[in-house]
């Protein structure tokens, strides 16, 4: 998944990530709805996050992998 997303904005404790394609997308809705989430949430509650949202989008050019963003 870590090719697939990217972190787009942290405010008022909500983490917006990006994600790259509908199955992806999907993908990660479930891992979040499966424990992920709340995984998270407990884990991160010092930095203040209440909560997860979603979206589809890019965050590179083009479609090749070759030309993603890595981190």
């Known amino acids: 998944?870590?090719?697939h997303c990217a972190l787009?904005?942290?405010t008022r404790g909500t983490l917006?990530?990006?994600v790259d394609s509908s199955p992806h997308l999907y993908?990660?809705?479930q891992l979040l709805l499966?424990?992920?989430q709340k995984q998270l949430l407990i884990a991160c509650k010092s930095t203040g996050l209440k909560?997860?949202?979603l979206k589809p989008g890019r965050w590179y050019q083009g479609d090749?992998?070759?030309q993603r963003l890595t981190f």
Do not use: T, W
Request: without cysteine; glycine residues 10%; proline residues 0%.
């Open 27 to 29: 993908e990660m809705k």
């Open 8 to 10: 787009e904005s942290f």
């Open 51 to 53: 909560k997860i949202n």
């Open 34 to 36: 499966s424990g992920l």
């Open 64 to 66: 090749g992998s070759e």
């Open 16 to 18: 917006a990530v990006v």
């Open 1 to 3: 998944m870590l090719n």
